[in-house]
């Protein structure tokens, strides 16, 4: 780890750098003091940029996989999923968000969506998206 951060280490009882370190950290009773960054460019980039850029890759990946259980909820609401899977499945696959959001979806949206599936299939094989579906209300 010490390498992929480019720290070095010193070992405080020997003073050594390199192989025999490496060899003294197999020692229990030897301590490494990591060196402390000398340049202000370097206390910058360890200390500010580093953490800045750690937690915004944390950031993106813990939205990415929010996003991907969203749409594995949803997915069945895609137009190719509609079209290519069967009723049985569509039911199945309806039931699971009306079970995990059962406070604001109702019990009778599996049939509803059925229902909607039925009604628009003819117009969901030329789109993409629910968006392009032209519904009025």
């Not at 490496?22 to 206390?43: M, T, Y």
């Not at 069945?76 to 059962?102: C, H, N, R, T, V």
């Not at 909607?116 to 789109?127: A, E, G, I, P, R």
Request: with cysteine.
């Amino acid at each position: 780890m010490r390498r992929r951060w480019r720290i070095n280490g010193v070992c405080r009882v020997c003073n050594a750098h390199g192989p025999s370190a490496v060899l003294a950290q197999n020692s229990p009773d030897v301590f490494f003091q990591d060196e402390s960054p000398k340049s202000a460019e370097n206390r910058f980039r360890v200390n500010t940029f580093l953490a800045a850029m750690d937690r915004a890759c944390t950031q993106i990946k813990e939205r990415f996989l929010s996003m991907n259980s969203v749409a594995m909820t949803f997915g069945i609401m895609f137009p190719s999923i509609l079209l290519s899977a069967s009723g049985d499945e569509l039911y199945a696959a309806a039931e699971s968000p009306a079970k995990q959001y059962d406070t604001d979806i109702s019990s009778a949206f599996p049939s509803q969506f059925l229902s909607f599936c039925s009604c628009f299939h003819s117009q969901l094989s030329t789109k993409s998206t629910f968006r392009k579906l032209p519904i009025c209300c």
